[in-house]
């Protein structure tokens, strides 16, 4: 089981960028049952959650980045998604996915830099 980060890039404040990601070797009904989340870890910080999305998509965000990040679900496909709009400089950092557990291994993460 490993999930694996896609997208990200780089971009200047205010402007707006998607990381997706998706667990491979695990059954879609095992992927469906767990409610996903994005972790972010900034240089010199500590892994922080950033969102969390349910099964039925029902929605929890860190109050850092409500009212400007979004995350979907793709159940069939086993993907979540992030969709991060009106981005600041702290919100630079490598972006994962993992359950709200945090017991799959961590993947290789998607780098997200926004400058000033």
């Known amino acids: 089981v490993q999930p694996v980060e896609s997208g990200g890039g780089s971009v200047q404040a205010g402007g707006s960028l998607r990381v997706s990601c998706r667990v491979s070797?695990?059954?879609?009904?095992?992927?469906?049952?767990?409610?996903m989340a994005w972790y972010r870890q900034a240089p010199g910080k500590q892994r922080e959650l950033v969102a969390t999305?349910?099964?039925?998509?029902?929605?929890n965000y860190a109050d850092s980045v409500k009212g400007r990040f979004t995350i979907s679900r793709d159940n069939a496909n086993k993907k979540i998604h992030l969709q991060m709009n009106n981005l600041k400089p702290e919100d630079t950092g490598i972006y994962y996915c993992?359950?709200?557990?945090?017991?799959?291994?961590w993947g290789q993460g998607a780098q997200v830099t926004v400058s000033s």
């Open positions: 993992n359950y709200d557990t945090r017991e799959l291994p």
């Open positions: 070797g695990v059954i879609t009904s095992v992927f469906n049952s767990n409610v």
């Open positions: 999305i349910t099964r039925l998509s029902s929605t």
